[in-house]
C-alpha cells in the first residue's frame, strides 16, 4: 500500500507533528507500505509574519495534481491545515481521490490567544476542512470527546510513540545545574503557557528547551531561568536525564510527545489536568496532573523514576504505524495486501 502524506510541518522545523511522521516513514516498509511526502520542501516557501520558523509554502492546484498523478497513491493522508493541506484537500475533492486527515493543533485556541478571532470562528473552519475527509485521526480519546462536540465526524484513534532507545535513563548526569531540576521541551511561544511555569516559587533550576517567538521576551523577564535553545536527539536526551522533574504547562496540547520523552528518561511529569497529560499520564502514578502547578511539580519529586520508564514502553512508534494504517485500510476498504491505488482510477 502507498500513502502520501501532505503536510505543512516538515524539516527544519522541530515539533511532535514532524517527529510523527518521520517515525511512521521508518516503520511503515515493515508493515507493508510505503509512505511518500509533499512537503513545503517541494515549493518556494514565505516565512509566517510573526513566526519566521516556519515557513508557508507557494503550492499550486496544478503542482498537487501533478504530484498525486505522478506517486498514484492508494491514499492521499493530509496532515496539517496549512497552505498545502487545503489545495491537497481542494484536489482531492474535485478529482475523486480519497484521502484521510489528521487533527494535530488546536488551532482555534492558538489564534484566540493571539489575535481576536473568537474560537468558535476557528472550529467552524476546520469542522469543514476534516468533515469532508473519509477519516480524521485523533492522537487521544480526550481529543476525540472534545472534536465530537464541536461538531467533527469520522474520528479515528491514531496514538504515538517513543524512541526508547534513543531517551532513556542514564546512571550519570550529562548536565550539571543545581538540583532538583525543573524541566520544559516545546516550543517557545504564548499558547505553551510558560508563564505558569516560570512564575513558580520553586527550589533548585528551572531549564526551557526549545525556540520559537516568545523565547526573547521570556528570556529578558526572567533571567534566573537557562534557556539552552533548540535540541536534539543525544543532546536532548542528556538534558532529560540531567533533570528531576518535567513541567509541562501547556493547556491547549492535543498530547505532548515530550511528555513520553521525559518518562523514557525516568521523568516523571507535573502538569495540569487537561488534554494530554490526561491521556499519556492517566492513573499511571508516573506524575502529578492538578490545577496549582508549583504543587504538582513538588510532588512529581517523590515519583518512582523506574514506573516512569515502564509506562513509556507501553506507548511504541510500531504500534502507532499499524494503527495509521489500519485506519487508512478501513476508510477506504484497502485489504492487507493492497490494491490498485485508487488515486488512478478517480476522475
Wanted: charged letters at 20%.
Amino acid at each position: 500500500m502507498r500513502v502520501l502524506v501532505a503536510t505543512d510541518a516538515w524539516r527544519p522545523q522541530v515539533n511532535g507533528v514532524v517527529r510523527s511522521l518521520e517515525y511512521l516513514a521508518s516503520e511503515a516498509p515493515s508493515l507493508g507500505a510505503d509512505i511518500g511526502f509533499l512537503t513545503p520542501s517541494d515549493f518556494r516557501t514565505l516565512p509566517l509574519p510573526g513566526y519566521r520558523e516556519i515557513h508557508l509554502a507557494l503550492a499550486s492546484v496544478r503542482r498537487i495534481e501533478r504530484e498525486i498523478t505522478r506517486i498514484r497513491p492508494d491514499s492521499v493522508h493530509i496532515a496539517t491545515e496549512g497552505p498545502i493541506g487545503w489545495i491537497t484537500r481542494y484536489v482531492c475533492r474535485t478529482r475523486g481521490y480519497p484521502f484521510t486527515t489528521s487533527y494535530h493543533t488546536r488551532f482555534p485556541e492558538y489564534l484566540a490567544a493571539r489575535w481576536p478571532v473568537p474560537v468558535k470562528w476557528g472550529y467552524a473552519a476546520l469542522r469543514r476542512f476534516h468533515n469532508s475527509a473519509d477519516g480524521t485521526m485523533v492522537g487521544s480519546p480526550t481529543l476525540e470527546r472534545a472534536l465530537k462536540a464541536h461538531g467533527f465526524r469520522n474520528l479515528m484513534p491514531w496514538s504515538r510513540g517513543v524512541d526508547a532507545e534513543l531517551f532513556r535513563p542514564q546512571s550519570a548526569r550529562p548536565l550539571a545545574f543545581p538540583a532538583p531540576v525543573f524541566l520544559y521541551v516545546g516550543r517557545v511561544a504564548v499558547e505553551k503557557n510558560l508563564d505558569a511555569f516560570l512564575d513558580l516559587e520553586l527550589p533548585g533550576s528551572k531549564i526551557v528547551v526549545g525556540d520559537g517567538p516568545s523565547r526573547a521576551t521570556l528570556q529578558s523577564r526572567y533571567p534566573r531561568a537557562h534557556f539552552l535553545g533548540t535540541r536534539t536527539g543525544h543532546a536532548l536526551a542528556d538534558v532529560y536525564a540531567s533533570a528531576d522533574v518535567f513541567v509541562f504547562p501547556s493547556l491547549t496540547d492535543t498530547f505532548g510527545m515530550v511528555i513520553l520523552e521525559a518518562l523514557a528518561c525516568g521523568l516523571p511529569v507535573a502538569a495540569f489536568p487537561v488534554m494530554g497529560p490526561l491521556d499519556v499520564i492517566g492513573k499511571s502514578g508516573c506524575g502529578c496532573l492538578d490545577a496549582d502547578l508549583r504543587r504538582a511539580a513538588l510532588a512529581a519529586l517523590q515519583v518512582r523514576r523506574e514506573e516512569c520508564r515502564a509506562h513509556a514502553l507501553t506507548f511504541t512508534w510500531r504500534e502507532s504505524a499499524r494503527q495509521f494504517l489500519d485506519n487508512i485500510r478501513r476508510a477506504h476498504g484497502i485489504s492487507a495486501e493492497g490494491s490498485q491505488p485508487l488515486c488512478a482510477n478517480a476522475h
